[in-house]
């Protein structure tokens, strides 16, 4: 009995441990890049485009892909407005700017709406995919416990993010987002060639 008692203690520990080593390597707390979780549901809504492409929807699914773009462009476009005023005025991490947080929220809020456009016109498995992207937005925007998208929304809520995890951030978030841009450009030329055949 004690001997179980002692085996049992020890494994808590080392999962408490684990858990915590875990949570140190993985950034700031409640920072989620959903960049790469875009990028990668939009290489996907690419590759599997003839799994789901119905002509009679195409018109439709276009114009969506078009707006999905579009609501892209405009938070990538926020973020670097913000990211590169942060640097050029040598703003000290530490101090909430609620105002330029909202209008980010605004942008990725259109986002998720736009999203969702485009997951009722896809397969099941790519509208559950998108479906889950989109709850994980949702739960980062709304959620009661501070979460952010990014280390620069982080930032602007008054976390202490360095300069040098801000810049990382910036850039690879730009990246991303401008890829799926083009994929989305790439997938609008696709489901034209396909309604015209």
């Not at 509208?127 to 990014?150: F, H, M, R, T, V």
């Not at 929304?153 to 910036?170: H, I, P, R, S």
Request: proline share 2%.
């Amino acid at each position: 009995m004690i001997l179980r008692k002692v085996f049992t203690g020890a494994a808590l520990c080392c999962m408490l441990f684990f858990s915590a080593n875990v949570s140190g390597q993985s950034g700031k707390p409640g920072v989620t890049d959903i960049t790469f979780h875009l990028l990668t549901w939009v290489k996907h809504l690419d590759s599997g485009i003839d799994k789901y492409f119905k002509k009679e929807k195409g018109e439709q699914l276009n114009q969506q892909l078009e707006y999905l773009k579009q609501g892209l462009n405009d938070y990538k476009k926020a973020r670097k407005t913000l990211s590169d005023s942060l640097f050029r005025n040598n703003v000290a991490p530490g101090k909430k700017d609620e105002r330029s947080l909202e209008a980010l929220k605004e942008k990725m809020s259109i986002v998720m709406d736009k999203l969702r456009g485009v997951t009722d016109l896809v397969n099941p498995e790519l509208q559950a995919e998108g479906d889950k992207l989109n709850e994980e937005i949702y739960n980062a925007l709304y959620s009661d416990q501070p979460k952010y998208l990014s280390y620069l929304e982080a930032f602007l809520g008054g976390l202490e993010v360095t300069k040098k995890d801000l810049a990382l951030d910036g850039s690879t978030a730009f990246t991303r987002l401008e890829e799926c841009g083009n994929i989305i450009s790439t997938l609008e030329g696709k489901v034209n060639r396909k309604m015209g055949q």
